[in-house]
């Protein structure tokens, strides 16, 4: 995406900084959404917006050109968008949350970790009962997922090739002593 934009605007640092700053600007209204699917208060979604804008790694994050305040975006709209689909039960609310679910992989691969949290966050609500909401939820999220798939070809086609650029990471924790 930042090829693209750098493409699109200039080739300088402040233009690719300025895609991390348009998405920790579009944080915040996903914030204040989030907030209104939680407690239905406009005064808790405000409270959260201020807070966001404040926070020392957000305003961190906004600044570097990395995926860490898209990461951020795909994860407040992947929750919301599950609050809201928990509570309309359409389809096209699932569908909404799929895409945002394949958005958060692609951004970030740990936003699977997000999307296992929303599960049990779901499985929760239900009483550990597979119900309609339960499958829709894992209809959903195979569907985000599947949508993914190509890119685990290409990491999986490519894995020599990324083992030689990262490999240098496992002799480091192994060293540390994070690794056996």
């Given amino acids: 995406m930042t090829r693209f934009w750098v493409q699109w605007f200039a080739n300088s640092v402040a233009v690719t900084r300025s895609l991390a700053a348009l998405f920790s600007l579009l944080a915040l209204p996903c914030i204040y959404w989030l907030c209104l699917e939680l407690f239905n208060s406009s ?8 807070l966001l804008a404040v926070t020392p790694f957000h305003v961190l994050y906004a600044q570097e050109a990395r995926e ?8 407040l709209l992947s929750s919301a968008t599950l609050l809201r689909a928990m509570r309309l039960k359409t389809k096209f609310s699932w569908g909404m949350y799929a895409v945002t679910v394949a958005l958060g992989l692609y951004t970030f691969v740990f ?4 999307s296992i949290a929303h599960g ?18 894992l209809l959903a999220s195979l569907v985000g997922i599947l949508a993914f798939t190509p890119w685990v070809v290409v990491i999986l086609s490519q894995s020599t090739q990324i083992n030689k650029t990262t490999g ?11 690794c056996w």
């Fill in 43 to 50: 005064l808790v979604g405000w409270v959260a917006v201020a």
């Fill in 68 to 75: 860490y305040s898209l990461w951020t975006l795909t994860i």
């Fill in 111 to 114: 936003s699977g970790l997000v």
């Fill in 120 to 137: 049990v966050y779901v499985i929760a609500t239900e009483n550990f009962r597979l119900t309609k909401r339960v499958i829709a939820y």
């Fill in 168 to 178: 240098w990471t496992i002799g480091l924790l192994q060293k540390r002593g994070f």
